[in-house]
Each structure stands twice: as C-alpha cells, then as structure tokens.
C-alpha cells in the first residue's frame, strides 16, 4: 500500500503517479500490470474499487516509468 503522502510525493516529482500491480482472481489466474494516476483521487477511487472487487491475493507497489511491469497473465487452478 502507498500512503497519501507518497502519492502527492510521486505527483510533485513526475507529475503522474506510476504503480504495478499483482493478482489472483478466483480461477487462479494471475495477472500483473502497471496504472498510472494523475491525482492523489483518482489513486484513491481505483483503491477502492480494487480492494472491493478482490477475488484472491492482490497487491500494489509505488514505482516509476523505468520499472513499469507489462501486461500479462498466466495460470489457473486446472493448469498442470
């Protein structure tokens, strides 16, 4: 998690927040991706809805646009 504070931080530095994020939906398929935010709101607004929708494990990490993860998935539970 980032706190407000590291997100006006990453605003005043970039002027964009950059984030990557990891999951698992309820099939076992995970995904990793990257957001970006141009507000310390519209970061919250996506907080919201993303710990609301959870599925299975999930998490995020404050970055920067040299550290971007790319947009992939993979697994599920029936996977061998």
């Given amino acids: 998690m980032c ?3 590291q997100i006006q931080e990453a605003l005043l530095r970039d002027g964009v927040v950059f984030i990557n994020v990891w999951s698992t939906d309820c099939d076992g398929v995970s995904a990793q991706y ?3 935010f141009e ?3 519209q970061f919250l607004a996506w907080e919201v ?12 990490s404050l ?3 040299d550290n971007l993860d790319e947009s992939v998935t ?6 061998y």
């Fill in 74 to 79: 993979w697994g599920g539970w029936g996977d």
């Fill in 49 to 60: 809805d993303f710990y609301e929708w959870a599925e299975g494990r999930q998490g995020y």
């Fill in 39 to 41: 507000s310390v709101e």
């Fill in 3 to 5: 706190s407000v504070e």
């Fill in 34 to 36: 990257h957001k970006e």
């Fill in 63 to 65: 970055t920067d646009k």
